[in-house]
DNA sequence: CGGTTGACCAAGT
DNA sequence: GACTTGGCCAACC
């Protein structure tokens, strides 16, 4: 059938937005809280962050797969030695609290 | 409706 | 290259 689930027009929050979107990176590639901002058509990339730290998707929404623009970790509601070693056992070398060639791993939205 | 809070960013020191 | 500053924007109270 087809897809009946709007029935109403639904506005997502921002926040249910950035989880969409989020849940696209597959295992082993990475995003920014900015590039998930420039997606939604938004400058809002603080918010990203927020959005991230509220997570109630996870780890279906992998939020570690989300760095800073500079490749450093940024944050995780479990701590960046959590996060650091889930990205590393996806196969993700991390040097010095940084991803090593972030453009090497973005995804491709 | 105004003020506060961030898992940010870019530019300056 | 670490640290500070000003700007940015959605969610929350």
Same mark, same amino acid.
């Given at each position: 059938?087809?897809?009946?689930?709007?029935?109403?027009?639904?506005?997502?929050?921002?926040?249910?937005?950035?989880?969409?979107?989020?849940?696209?990176?597959?295992?082993?590639?990475?995003?920014?809280?900015?590039?998930?901002?420039?997606?939604?058509?938004?400058? *809002?990339?603080?918010?990203?962050?927020? *959005?991230?730290?509220?997570?109630?998707?996870?780890?279906?929404?992998?939020?570690?797969?989300?760095?800073?623009?500079?490749?450093?970790?940024?944050?995780?509601?479990?701590?960046?030695?959590?996060? *650091?070693?889930?990205?590393?056992?996806?196969?993700?070398?991390?040097?010095?609290?940084?991803?090593?060639?972030? *453009?090497?791993?973005?995804?491709?939205?």
């Amino acid at each position: 059938m087809h897809n009946k689930s709007k029935h109403k027009k639904q506005k997502l929050s921002f926040n249910e937005r950035c989880y969409a979107v989020l849940s696209k990176v597959p295992k082993g590639q990475l995003t920014t809280y900015s590039a998930i901002a420039k997606v939604l058509g938004s400058r *809002a990339y603080r918010a990203v962050g927020n *959005a991230m730290n509220k997570n109630p998707y996870a780890p279906k929404v992998p939020c570690h797969r989300v760095l800073r623009k500079d490749g450093s970790l940024g944050g995780y509601a479990q701590g960046i030695a959590a996060k *650091a070693r889930l990205l590393k056992a996806e196969g993700i070398p991390i040097k010095a609290g940084k991803v090593v060639d972030l *453009a090497n791993y973005l995804h491709k939205f």
